[in-house]
């Protein structure tokens, strides 16, 4: 059975950091890439992060230069380091491992909620 797992959603104050990880199945996980994305209250889920199995990365504007992403392929997880985190951060976020041969396919974890806050 295909598994996508986040955690490490918490309650941080603003400027503060926080690490969130995912294991994902590895059966999906070599050779794919993988992300995260995040839904805030009332808003569409949006991109924040993605990395390719070599490693090369992409990020969504408003976290460049905040947000890092990491994958550690021989433990099949996926890492996102927030740091300077903004209340406009506070939503949940998911991870994902996208199929790049057929059938092509995004595998999406539950989500895990991120709350920026003093």
């Known amino acids: 059975q295909v598994q996508v797992e986040e955690s490490g959603g918490d309650l941080v104050q603003p400027g503060g950091s926080l690490r969130l990880s995912c294991t994902i199945s590895r059966s999906i996980f070599d050779g794919n890439p993988v992300g995260w994305s995040r839904q805030a209250p009332g808003k569409q889920r949006e991109f924040i992060a993605s990395?390719?199995?070599?490693?090369?990365?992409n990020y969504a504007e408003s976290v460049k230069g905040r947000f890092a992403i990491s994958r550690d392929n021989a433990k099949n997880m996926v890492y996102l380091q927030m740091n300077n985190l903004e209340a406009e951060d506070s939503a949940v976020y998911y991870c994902?491992?996208?199929?790049?041969?057929?059938?092509?396919?995004?595998?999406w974890g539950q989500g895990t909620q991120v709350t920026v806050s003093s």
């Open positions: 994902y491992a996208r199929t790049t041969t057929p059938p092509l396919k995004t595998f």
């Open positions: 990395i390719t199995d070599f490693e090369s990365t």
